[in-house]
């Protein structure tokens, strides 16, 4: 299923994008898209009837609505840095031993195609094309990859905008260049994971202003999907609703010779997880 949420920013309802394309109201189904609804197996099989038989469903025209993120209330955001082999190569890092965490704030996260401000000062402000990964259930201590991929709900869109001065020459944690206002664009769907047959097969592009930055696959991944979810269960407890960005490939601004292209207000970024949808956001100034 392509689960969505649509409407004004604080105001979304859920919906379904249907096999046909058309866009399918779920409010009178469910409340909303969120990890209550990933976690209750009987709300997800009146979703799952629904979407067998979306004529039951009222038809939403899409000109002029906005799409919002495809989860609500989210828990946490928990991402991996230098997860990929050609990006490591490209900053000139080394392949790290066991995955790099850090985390985003939940309120960074906006809509595909939700303006993206550039912070007041910022010189470096970088893009990244990634796989999100929602939490479907509780994870402890997980035992295998096989089981970190049961517990995935489904697979979004995301750009993990970073600030590079802000992440890398000013101190401590690279949180303070990856928490600015809207650095998370995520969506537009959330394609459940019975739809995504690999995860590690999934081509990913970003361009910025119509020209092609990064052009990468999942396969490049240093930690795949599983062993990520069962990695970072033996740290926390990821819970239904929780958000994995999991690293973005080469072609980010950062590893580009100077002077390294890095956005500014009146840009145009454009970017895709095949099979998981496309986002468009035009940068302005905070």
């Given at each position: ?270 970017l895709e997880v095949e099979g998981l949808g496309r986002q468009r956001q035009e940068l302005k100034d905070a």
């Amino acid at each position: 299923m392509k689960l969505l949420r649509v409407g004004t920013a604080g105001a979304e309802r859920p919906a379904l994008l249907d096999r046909d394309g058309t866009l399918r109201d779920l409010s009178g189904i469910v409340p909303d898209i969120d990890g209550d609804l990933l976690a209750d197996a009987s709300a997800l099989a009146r979703v799952r009837t629904a979407a067998d038989t979306p004529a039951v469903l009222p038809a939403l025209d899409p000109a002029g609505l906005r799409i919002g993120p495809p989860l609500g209330r989210i828990g946490k955001i928990v991402c991996i840095g230098l997860n990929y082999h050609d990006h490591a190569a490209e900053t000139g890092a080394a392949i790290p031993a066991e995955p790099i965490l850090f985390f985003k704030a939940p309120d960074t996260v906006v809509g595909p195609e939700d303006t993206v401000l550039v912070p007041r000062g910022s010189r470096k402000t970088d893009w990244e094309v990634e796989l999100a990964v929602v939490i479907g259930r509780t994870a402890r201590y997980l035992g295998s990859a096989e089981e970190g991929l049961a517990h995935v709900a489904g697979y979004a869109t995301a750009h993990d905008v970073s600030e590079r001065e802000f992440q890398i020459e000013r101190g401590g944690t690279w949180d303070k260049g990856k928490n600015c206002e809207t650095f998370n664009p995520l969506g537009p769907w959330l394609v459940t994971a019975d739809e995504v047959d690999d995860p590690q097969a999934l081509p990913l592009r970003l361009w910025v202003n119509g020209e092609l930055k990064q052009d990468g696959t999942t396969a490049e991944q240093i930690f795949p999907v599983g062993e990520v979810v069962r990695y970072l269960s033996h740290f926390m407890t990821l819970y239904p609703g929780d958000v994995i960005n999991t690293g973005t490939p080469a072609g980010v601004a950062m590893g580009q010779p100077e002077p390294k292209p890095y956005l500014k207000a009146g840009d145009v970024v454009e970017l895709e997880v095949e099979g998981l949808g496309r986002q468009r956001q035009e940068l302005k100034d905070a």
